[in-house]
């Protein structure tokens, strides 16, 4: 079991900066992959970042390709990403997700492990 705890949404204006976090405990990490997804309201689930954590490969959603970076401290078990240059359209709940194995998978149903979301809001 991976337990997930994600912390640092809110309200921030248009092109402005957030930094999400995602606490991970239980299960060893050395085949830990950590993704973001988020959900607007009306929308389905979407894939934003993931980070394996080894480190050795991230991916990115191609909406937040040059805005948003993933990493990760492995000493303290915490994902972040890094959300620079917000928009309106980036307004989601934020959503941690954790798989016990190395995937490159782009969808939610891959990942066993969620976080409780969080929300961030961007005004124009």
């Known amino acids: 079991q991976v337990q997930l705890v994600e912390s640092g949404g809110g309200l921030v204006q248009s092109g402005g900066s957030l930094r999400l976090s995602c606490a991970a405990s239980g299960r060893t990490f050395g085949s830990l992959t950590m993704a973001w997804f988020r959900q607007a309201p009306g929308k389905e689930r979407e894939f934003v970042a993931s980070?394996?954590?080894?480190?050795?490969?991230?991916m990115l959603a191609d909406s937040v390709k040059g805005r948003f970076t993933i990493s990760r401290d492995a000493a303290k078990n915490t994902g972040f990403v890094q959300m620079n240059n917000l928009k309106s359209e980036d307004t989601a709940v934020y959503y941690c997700?954790?798989?016990?194995?190395?995937?490159?998978?782009?969808?939610?149903?891959?990942?066993?492990?969620w976080g409780q979301g969080t929300q961030v809001t961007v005004s124009s």
């Open positions: 980070i394996r954590w080894s480190g050795d490969s991230t």
């Open positions: 997700a954790a798989a016990t194995f190395l995937t490159s998978s782009v969808v939610d149903r891959t990942y066993p492990y």
